[in-house]
């Protein structure tokens, strides 16, 4: 009698006894909770990534914010995103703030290896990239998108430029494999492996290299044979492509005989942009009704998650945080409010109905403020307000009953004021909360830590005068343009590490009859003229030595001005490099 007690003991501990697990945090980007097979899409194809929720637990009131790089924040900081700094997607806004701690060097205190493969979209600049973040591998690109699917060309190493050859969703999983497999052998620490596919977000490119094409079609013409239109086709295509890269992932695991000590999580960063089937939800990326907002999340640990459950407490990428720190034994930070609460519980038991008492989602590109798309969440209600060009106006707001009416089809406002009151309430003492002390502007860009040039880009500039444009053009085609007239002026907000001499150049694009007007370049110092060269076409951008500059150390801006106007279109500004000469203090 006493022996079937002690073994019974001994099986009660060993749960306690397991060693933290590896994690697998896979995230695509703009695919909505309705583009899988579980979630009832008849359309579409992706058996591994409805094996995750079938072999383990399907959450299925789980929130992302509106757009990705917010999301992005959440996920490393188990903070929303407001009380980091970031407050855009482009233009410098996307940046975490350098006081702020991720997932990734927390799970680094407790001995895990860490690595990003894909999208970051959390700052680019130096102290803001990944590798300086608390990852110890990072391969992938900082923007929100990029061009190229095949042989892409904005991707950076551990802040190198590379190049490429491939699909990218096969790169970044080849790089999670070889990530997994170099940790698994030649270490003996848990890892945390997070796979930020680029797809399917715009440009929604299949394979287009000269071996490549026809691949790529085939799978574009099993979709349009369903009679989609072709911009459907081609967002299910991607998810079906990167699908088969996470049936990859998942037999690696497999074969290095880990699955079972690893927990592989799917979700997407933000609500979906197809629209061919959407399940009955309302809305789209960028709003934030369901159809914005709600994220597919699956998750398996064989072994340790029941199969086949699902857990119906609304969650928040915001949890994503402390839950990994819970089941890797990680401290959480005590020096500042988190918003995230650990769901390892619901993981582990595969049910619950409570866990978040409010979820909330607001978003403006340029200003946060409480009174533009915003709308808060509890297990039951949902109240949302639209777009107000005026004053906030309370007969717009829209209450919905979630558990009666997931598609927020009937507007139950007007039969419910308390709950009205009471939400509306809770959004703004939590907007208040997160938004105090905060300033939302670009950080100044950091130049002269060490001899590398940096890249002061468009999308970073304030521009001031009567012509002067910015012409937004995937991030690295960016251009300032338009400006004519003398005056006219781009500035940049700089952090300089080191005081002295720093070489300029200019890359720019200017019609060959355009060309003859001077660039003036100061910074609290002698200004340095460059006078405007012709190119081929002015959609041509060259580079062109200008000569060197002064520049004090600390926060400082540099300024572009038209000091002599040419003919026509002064130049298309594609960006400016400077860089710290030696021995120039």
Same mark, same amino acid.
């Given at each position: 009698?006493?022996?079937?007690?002690?073994? #019974?003991?001994?099986?009660?501990?060993?749960?306690?006894?397991?060693?933290?697990? @590896?994690?697998?945090?896979?995230?695509?980007?703009?695919?909505?909770?309705?583009?899988?097979?579980?979630?009832?899409?008849?359309?579409?194809?992706?058996?591994?990534?409805?094996?995750?929720?079938?072999?383990?637990?399907?959450?299925?009131?789980?929130?992302?914010?509106?757009?990705?790089?917010?999301?992005?924040?959440?996920?490393?900081?188990?903070?929303?995103?407001?009380?980091?700094?970031?407050?855009?997607?482009?233009?410098?806004?996307?940046?975490?703030?350098?006081?702020?701690?991720?997932?990734? =060097?927390?799970?680094?205190?407790? /001995?895990?290896?860490?690595?990003?493969?894909?999208?970051?979209?959390?700052?680019?600049?130096?102290?803001?990239?990944? =590798?300086?973040?608390?990852?110890?591998?990072?391969?992938?690109?900082?923007?929100?998108?990029?061009?190229? $699917?095949?042989? #892409?060309?904005?991707? !950076?190493?551990?802040?190198?430029?590379?190049?490429?050859?491939? $699909? !990218?969703?096969?790169?970044?999983?080849?790089?999670?494999?070889?990530?997994?497999?170099?940790?698994?052998?030649?270490?003996?620490?848990?890892?945390?492996?997070?796979?930020? *596919?680029?797809?399917?977000?715009?440009?929604?490119?299949?394979?287009? %290299?000269?071996?490549?094409?026809?691949?790529?079609?085939?799978?574009?013409?099993?979709?349009?044979?369903?009679?989609?239109?072709?911009?459907?086709?081609?967002?299910?295509?991607?998810?079906?492509?990167?699908?088969?890269?996470?049936?990859?992932?998942? #037999?690696?695991?497999?074969?290095?005989?880990?699955?079972?000590?690893?927990? &592989?999580?799917?979700? %997407?960063?933000?609500?979906?942009?197809?629209? *061919?089937?959407?399940?009955?939800?309302?809305?789209?990326? #960028?709003?934030?009704?369901?159809?914005?907002?709600?994220?597919?999340?699956?998750?398996?640990?064989?072994?340790?998650?029941?199969?086949?459950?699902?857990?119906?407490?609304?969650?928040?990428?915001?949890?994503?945080?402390?839950?990994?720190?819970?089941?890797?034994?990680?401290?959480?930070?005590?020096?500042?409010?988190?918003?995230?609460?650990?769901?390892?519980?619901?993981?582990? @038991?595969?049910?619950?109905?409570?866990?978040?008492?409010?979820?909330?989602?607001?978003?403006?590109?340029?200003?946060? @403020?409480?009174?533009?798309?915003?709308?808060?969440?509890? =297990?039951?209600?949902?109240?949302?307000?639209?777009?107000?060009?005026?004053?906030?106006?309370?007969?717009?707001?829209?209450?919905?009953?979630?558990?009666?009416?997931?598609?927020?089809?009937?507007?139950?406002?007007?039969?419910?004021?308390?709950?009205?009151?009471?939400?509306?309430?809770?959004?703004?003492?939590?907007?208040?909360?997160?938004?105090?002390?905060?300033?939302?502007?670009?950080?100044?860009?950091?130049?002269?830590?060490?001899?590398?040039? &940096?890249?002061? =880009?468009?999308?970073?500039?304030?521009?001031?005068?009567?012509?002067?444009?910015?012409? *937004?053009?995937?991030?690295?085609?960016?251009?300032?343009?338009?400006?004519?007239?003398?005056?006219?002026?781009? !500035?940049?907000?700089?952090?300089?590490?080191?005081?002295?001499?720093?070489?300029?150049?200019?890359?720019?694009?200017?019609?060959?009859?355009?060309?003859?007007?001077?660039?003036?370049?100061?910074?609290?110092?002698?200004?340095?003229?460059?006078?405007?060269?012709?190119?081929?076409?002015?959609?041509?951008? %060259?580079? *062109?030595?200008?000569?060197?500059?002064?520049?004090?150390?600390?926060?400082?801006?540099?300024?572009?001005?038209?000091?002599?106007?040419?003919?026509?279109?002064?130049?298309?500004? /594609?960006?400016?490099?400077?860089?710290?000469?030696? /021995?120039?203090?």
């Amino acid at each position: 009698m006493i022996r079937p007690l002690i073994f #019974a003991f001994l099986a009660g501990l060993l749960p306690l006894l397991a060693a933290p697990p @590896n994690i697998v945090l896979i995230m695509t980007d703009d695919q909505g909770y309705w583009d899988t097979g579980i979630s009832g899409n008849p359309h579409i194809s992706t058996p591994h990534m409805d094996s995750i929720a079938r072999e383990g637990v399907q959450f299925t009131r789980f929130y992302a914010a509106p757009v990705c790089a917010p999301t992005r924040a959440g996920v490393m900081t188990g903070r929303y995103y407001l009380r980091t700094g970031l407050y855009n997607t482009r233009f410098g806004g996307d940046t975490l703030g350098k006081d702020e701690i991720t997932v990734a =060097q927390l799970l680094k205190r407790a /001995n895990y290896r860490t690595g990003l493969f894909g999208k970051w979209h959390l700052g680019k600049y130096h102290g803001y990239q990944p =590798q300086q973040r608390g990852f110890d591998e990072f391969l992938g690109h900082y923007h929100g998108h990029i061009e190229r $699917y095949e042989f #892409a060309d904005q991707l !950076v190493h551990n802040g190198t430029p590379v190049r490429t050859r491939g $699909y !990218v969703s096969e790169l970044f999983t080849d790089a999670s494999m070889d990530f997994i497999s170099t940790v698994h052998k030649q270490t003996d620490q848990p890892f945390l492996c997070t796979l930020m *596919f680029n797809a399917p977000h715009s440009p929604w490119v299949l394979d287009t %290299s000269h071996y490549g094409q026809p691949e790529g079609d085939k799978l574009l013409t099993k979709y349009l044979a369903k009679k989609m239109p072709i911009r459907e086709a081609r967002i299910y295509a991607l998810i079906e492509r990167v699908d088969k890269n996470i049936g990859r992932l998942l #037999a690696h695991l497999k074969t290095l005989g880990i699955d079972r000590d690893t927990l &592989v999580i799917f979700m %997407s960063d933000n609500g979906g942009v197809s629209k *061919f089937w959407k399940g009955g939800l309302r809305g789209n990326k #960028a709003g934030v009704h369901e159809g914005g907002v709600r994220s597919p999340f699956y998750a398996r640990w064989p072994g340790t998650i029941p199969a086949g459950s699902k857990v119906e407490a609304q969650t928040s990428h915001v949890d994503l945080l402390p839950t990994f720190c819970e089941l890797a034994e990680a401290p959480l930070p005590n020096d500042r409010q988190l918003d995230g609460k650990s769901f390892a519980s619901l993981l582990k @038991n595969g049910r619950g109905k409570q866990h978040q008492p409010y979820v909330y989602h607001t978003w403006d590109r340029y200003t946060p @403020n409480p009174d533009k798309r915003w709308s808060v969440s509890d =297990q039951r209600w949902k109240l949302i307000g639209l777009f107000s060009k005026t004053k906030p106006d309370p007969t717009k707001w829209q209450l919905y009953d979630l558990q009666a009416d997931p598609g927020e089809t009937k507007n139950i406002a007007g039969q419910h004021p308390a709950e009205v009151r009471r939400l509306r309430k809770a959004f703004t003492d939590w907007f208040s909360e997160v938004t105090t002390g905060q300033t939302y502007r670009p950080v100044p860009i950091p130049v002269g830590h060490d001899m590398r040039p &940096v890249e002061l =880009q468009p999308s970073w500039a304030t521009w001031t005068g009567p012509h002067i444009n910015y012409t *937004f053009d995937g991030y690295d085609w960016d251009t300032i343009d338009g400006w004519k007239t003398r005056g006219e002026q781009a !500035v940049w907000q700089l952090a300089v590490a080191q005081a002295g001499r720093y070489a300029v150049t200019l890359h720019y694009g200017c019609a060959p009859l355009q060309a003859g007007g001077t660039l003036r370049l100061s910074a609290k110092s002698q200004p340095l003229d460059h006078k405007v060269r012709a190119t081929v076409t002015a959609e041509q951008f %060259s580079q *062109f030595p200008a000569g060197a500059i002064n520049l004090p150390a600390g926060q400082t801006t540099l300024k572009a001005t038209i000091h002599h106007a040419g003919p026509g279109e002064f130049m298309r500004l /594609n960006g400016i490099h400077l860089q710290r000469l030696p /021995n120039s203090r």
